[in-house]
């Protein structure tokens, strides 16, 4: 099993940017990809990002490509995420993931609490 700690989150002006990390503890042979995913008020949790420990290029929701990116350090077993440009609407709790399987489509089994990130207009 893997725990998951998400840090850094807050608030952030429009078109502002923030990073975000995910700190995994336990047997990272469990590991596979790491995710990231967020949660909209009153909305299903959705997609954003999601990277392999082995290394290969992140996969992004189409709705975030060229403003955020995800990258890991297996040294530290620390995945980030930096997102730019923030718009309003991407007021949302955002999740860290971990899945044992190896591909950037599938299922996540793993989850952190989330950190909060506002936008303000």
């Known amino acids: 099993q893997v725990h998951l700690v998400e840090t850094g989150g807050g608030l952030v002006q429009a078109g502002g940017s923030l990073s975000i990390s995910c700190a995994l503890s336990?047997?990272?042979?469990?590991?596979?990809?790491m995710g990231w995913f967020r949660q909209h008020p009153g909305q299903e949790r959705e997609f954003v990002a999601a990277?392999?420990?082995?290394?290969?290029?992140?996969r992004y929701a189409d709705s975030v490509k060229g403003r955020f990116t995800m990258s890991r350090d297996n040294t530290k077993n620390m995945v980030y995420l930096r997102v730019n440009s923030l718009r309003p609407g991407e007021t949302a709790i955002y999740y860290c993931a971990s899945t044992r399987l190896g591909s950037l489509f599938g299922t996540f089994d793993a989850w952190g609490q989330g950190t909060q990130v506002t936008v303000s207009s």
């Open positions: 990277i392999r420990w082995g290394g290969g290029t992140p």
């Open positions: 336990g047997d990272p042979l469990n590991s596979a990809v």
